[in-house]
């Protein structure tokens, strides 16, 4: 049985929808159910849930599904959410839902998870109104819409679902939905930032509102009477800040309140004012008055950043590489960036492009031995083309090397087992049809049996973008391989991150962070004996460093993984 403490089993209760209330329909009293006694607490609910009390077969179905005081079983929690589903209770109504998106069940069912994720939404539940915009967003048991999800998410987030938010301010940050809007972006986001309930929808809007450029913005002025003109200068090193204030209608200025303080303006018409601001994120309120009681209220949002924070990452330079003999070789590079029914990746065109000179001066794979798709040539059907027909002709058997670069959207299996490769054309809700799996990508070059494989996947897979987008309403965490799945001996892989990880992407150099680092550590900065060589063990433990390092820099947590054989020499030195 599971054992949770009372901390733990508050969080359940919030994420089932089960509070004291709802509890107390199956028993006298809670102390059975938060000491643990799951037995004594499932004894007084199953006769009530018996009975068709709503709340006790929403409790039992979690029980059920938990595996607490009974048998874990994914049915029998089914029988029970239904019963509490088909009396209109909306968290039993998102259980089932969840329950249906999870594939817990034997098969993943959309439409029908779709069906009671609408019913938990239209009565109110704002989860299930954050998911089912989600679901429309992304096409998944329903016609695909923008603006149905955008109805949605707004919906969740005027009543503060904190991930709804960020979606929200995604959406007006991006024009999916609503007309591009960044001061409504920036509002919405920066919401999600100041919350304090769910952390993941915190950092998720802190990534966005610096990845779509919205910090520093000011808010909107609201029934402002009295023209005036507020400039706000860069934040010094020391964390000053100067206002220069004028009065456009050059009457003087009888009031002045900077964040509630109010400041002696001696009905001047022009005034500079310095203030400290911490580092972070800091909101500016400027209120003002004129003689004629012209009235001017603004908020401004000011960003400070630590002195060594804003690194810019130096230009990647192929020229630096070494020209490598060139080998029995061969390169498919790929760069799937413009979605037709996804987000977009950002910067994997320009990942793949950039890869090219790694490639042929790196790699030594000459040019007309190099199959490079980006934009709509990253197709489904144009790279089993290229796997089937180009790659085919090209490998001579046991003797020639393949390449493969991936940079784009990754998504697991819903059973966590295998990962997908996404082409630009794919469809979530077919992602057997219409994505490429690893396993079946790594099985057809195998069939040409080249002398070696290596792969490196600029992707991931769990559930979210780079950006950190939702890609579909629940995550799904992956492993890289298990031992059951280890890959052929003559392939290497190398993954961008850990399976359940964000893989992310550093605007100042336009590139993915595993795809900058391998560059630069196939231009020499791997070499970490100075043989001129470079092994995929070296390769990736400068990459793994680094990787990690940036990510931190930017408050995630991204780690690189390779499998396979490390000691495959991947540059060859003059």
């Avoid at 089932?96 to 019913?119: H, I, N, P, R």
């Avoid at 149905?148 to 919906?155: G, I, R, S």
Wanted: hydrophobic fraction near 40%; charge should be negative.
């Amino acid at each position: 049985m599971i054992k949770l403490n009372s901390t733990s089993l508050s969080f359940l209760m919030v994420l089932w929808g089960i509070n004291n209330s709802a509890l107390a329909g199956y028993m006298e009293s809670k102390q059975a159910f938060l000491q643990h006694d799951y037995p004594k607490a499932y004894q007084q609910c199953i006769d009530s849930a018996t009975r068709g009390n709503r709340d006790c077969q929403n409790a039992i179905g979690f029980l059920y599904r938990q595996g607490l005081a009974v048998e874990k079983n994914s049915q029998e929690a089914e029988k029970w959410f239904l019963l509490a589903a088909q009396q209109n209770l909306a968290s039993a109504q998102y259980n089932l839902a969840v329950l249906f998106g999870s594939g817990e069940l034997g098969k993943t069912d959309l439409q029908t998870q779709a069906l009671w994720m609408t019913k938990a939404a239209v009565a109110g539940l704002p989860k299930a109104q954050n998911i089912l915009g989600t679901l429309y967003s992304q096409g998944m048991g329903v016609i695909q819409s923008d603006q149905e999800a955008t109805q949605w998410w707004k919906k969740a987030a005027e009543q503060n679902e904190p991930m709804a938010e960020n979606n929200l301010g995604w959406a007006y940050a991006t024009g999916r939905g609503v007309a591009m809007d960044p001061l409504q972006a920036q509002y919405w986001l920066q919401r999600a930032v100041d919350q304090q309930q769910n952390s993941e929808a915190k950092r998720l809007a802190q990534n966005n509102l610096v990845n779509l450029g919205l910090l520093p913005s000011a808010l909107p002025p609201v029934n402002n009477t009295l023209p005036l003109q507020v400039n706000i200068s860069q934040v010094d090193p020391l964390g000053n800040v100067a206002l220069t204030i004028s009065a456009i209608n050059q009457l003087p200025i009888s009031l002045l309140r900077i964040n509630g303080q109010e400041i002696n303006t001696q009905n001047q018409v022009n005034l500079s004012i310095t203030r400290y601001v911490p580092v972070g994120d800091s909101y500016v309120d400027v209120y003002a008055q004129d003689s004629e009681q012209h009235h001017f209220t603004k908020q401004y949002l000011v960003h400070r950043t630590v002195s060594n924070a804003g690194v810019e990452l130096p230009a990647l330079n192929p020229q630096q590489v070494p020209l490598a003999k060139r080998q029995d070789a061969v390169a498919i590079i790929i760069g799937a960036q413009q979605y037709t029914q996804l987000p977009q990746s950002e910067f994997s065109d320009n990942d793949a492009r950039s890869f090219y000179d790694y490639a042929v001066r790196g790699l030594g794979v000459a040019p007309e031995k190099i199959k490079l798709l980006t934009g709509g040539e990253a197709s489904r059907s144009n790279i089993l083309l290229t796997l089937k027909n180009w790659l085919a002709a090209e490998v001579n058997h046991g003797s020639t090397k393949v390449y493969v670069y991936y940079s784009g959207h990754g998504l697991a299996s819903f059973d966590g087992k295998k990962r997908y490769l996404l082409p630009v054309d794919t469809n979530v809700s077919l992602l057997e049809d219409t994505a490429i799996s690893q396993n079946q990508l790594i099985n057809i070059i195998e069939s040409y049996q080249p002398s070696s494989l290596t792969l490196f996947l600029d992707s991931c897979y769990s559930g979210r973008t780079k950006t950190g987008n939702t890609l579909l309403s629940a995550m799904r965490p992956i492993m890289v391989y298990s031992d059951l799945e280890a890959p052929p001996k003559d392939v290497t892989i190398f993954s961008s991150s850990k399976g359940d990880q964000l893989s992310g992407v550093s605007v100042s150099a336009q590139h993915g962070i595993f795809s900058y680092y391998l560059m630069r550590g196939m231009q020499g900065d791997a070499d970490i004996n100075h043989d001129h060589n470079i092994t995929a063990e070296e390769l990736y433990q400068y990459v793994e460093q680094h990787v990690s390092k940036e990510s931190i820099r930017q408050g995630l947590e991204q780690t690189p993984v390779v499998i396979g054989n490390i000691n495959e020499v991947i540059i060859y030195g003059q």
